[in-house]
């Protein structure tokens, strides 16, 4: 494998990696579930600033946070509304402090951006892989060929793993945040699942196809 492609699977993977360690709030919930908005802190007291709808408009403010050795906690119960919630808190020494929590449907964690873009570089990845071993499959002969067309048939079956993981979580758990989707999700989560399977089906065919033509084993 030359440098340039090498080069460029690491700042594909250093990319991924960054985008997914950059994005955390408080997690997901299901609607109408109560959450606890907890931090732990050394202060005397903490105090919630204020609470948010998803549409900012605001549900609460001032609302002293309960402390139980240095854990300081504040359970809110009336998440009737989809979508993320905005709170913040401050100490008794000033410091402030912002987060988030997102509801639901059934409190499966919608894909963040950053999430979605991770996904993508995971699939150009592998694909960039196995079309290298495809590539080395047909420049060299015999037992080596074969085993390279090997590697590149078993990257395309990872990346039918790797595409129907994604279609559960990113079609699946993005349509959780409505109400009233769960058989559409399910419906949009098999035609794409059987889509992935026959793409990649056809692929493997048209690999192997193409190196019994190549080998002349017809």
């Known amino acids: 494998m030359n440098k340039p492609i090498l080069l460029s699977l690491g700042l594909l993977f250093v990319l991924a990696i960054s985008l997914q360690m950059a994005s955390a709030d408080l997690g997901s919930y299901p609607i109408n579930k109560c959450v606890d908005l907890k931090t732990i802190s050394n202060s005397s007291a903490v105090t919630l600033s204020s609470l948010s709808y998803p549409n900012s408009t605001t549900i609460l403010t001032n609302k002293a946070m309960t402390k139980i050795a ?10 009737s509304v989809l979508g ?3 709170y913040d808190y401050f100490d008794a020494e000033g410091n402030t402090f912002v987060n988030s929590y997102t509801v639901t449907s059934d409190g ?10 991770t996904y993508f570089i995971g699939i150009l990845i592998i694909i960039t892989i196995s079309g290298f071993f495809l590539i080395l499959g047909f420049r060299f002969r015999g037992v080596l060929s074969l085993i390279f067309i090997a590697l590149c048939s078993i990257f395309i079956l990872a990346l039918l793993l790797y595409g129907l993981v ?5 079609i699946g ?7 009233g ?9 098999l035609l794409v ?3 992935i399977l026959v793409l990649c089906l056809a692929a493997l ?11 002349g084993r017809k």
């Open 84 to 86: 993320v919630y905005n």
């Open 193 to 195: 699942g059987i889509s």
């Open 108 to 117: 499966n964690p919608v894909p963040t951006t950053s999430q979605v873009i």
């Open 173 to 179: 758990n993005y349509l959780g945040v409505v109400n």
């Open 181 to 189: 989707l769960s058989t559409f999700a399910f419906v949009i989560e």
């Open 166 to 170: 994604g279609v559960n979580t990113f």
């Open 205 to 215: 065919w048209f690999t192997w196809q193409m190196w019994r033509i190549k080998t």
């Open 70 to 79: 240095d854990t300081f906690n504040y359970t809110y119960c009336n998440n």
